[in-house]
């Protein structure tokens, strides 16, 4: 959230393993993240070595590669989820996506638990 100052975000980050961030893949979504996080680091709000960039919705065609976006979070980048029509069709239905996951965002979870060390 953008409400940096929220009591509940704030304890939320303090007493945080790990935080992770999800972004859109393109530059302005990166620069206005790492903004916040600079600020929220320099403050002592929370601590830069927990923060976790990761990709979503992730389209390889259009968004940003891997390396620049590696670049740009300072070596923070864990991985991307790709978009998914499935997920969007099922956005408002009873149906959970999750029981109902494309072959391809179950590889790319899967890889992204494992190199965050909790799988």
């Known amino acids: 959230s953008s409400l940096i100052y929220d009591a509940f975000t704030c304890l939320g980050l303090f ?9 859109s893949a393109d530059l302005a ?8 996080l600079g600020y929220m680091i320099a403050r002592q709000i929370c ?3 927990k923060i976790k960039y990761i990709a ?7 968004d ?8 740009l979070c ?13 997920r969007q069709a ?6 959970a996506y999750a029981m109902h996951i494309n072959q391809q965002n179950r590889q790319e979870y899967k890889a992204l638990a ?3 060390g909790i799988y």
């Open 114 to 116: 494992q190199r965050l």
């Open 47 to 49: 601590d830069g070595d």
């Open 64 to 71: 940003l590669s891997w390396g620049t976006m590696d670049e």
């Open 29 to 36: 979504a990166f620069r206005s993240a790492n903004r916040l």
């Open 56 to 62: 979503y919705p992730y389209r390889a065609k259009w």
């Open 74 to 86: 300072g070596g923070r980048f864990y991985g991307c989820i790709t978009q998914s029509d499935r």
């Open 90 to 95: 099922l956005k408002n239905e009873k149906k």
């Open 15 to 23: 007493a945080a393993d790990m935080i992770l961030v999800p972004l």
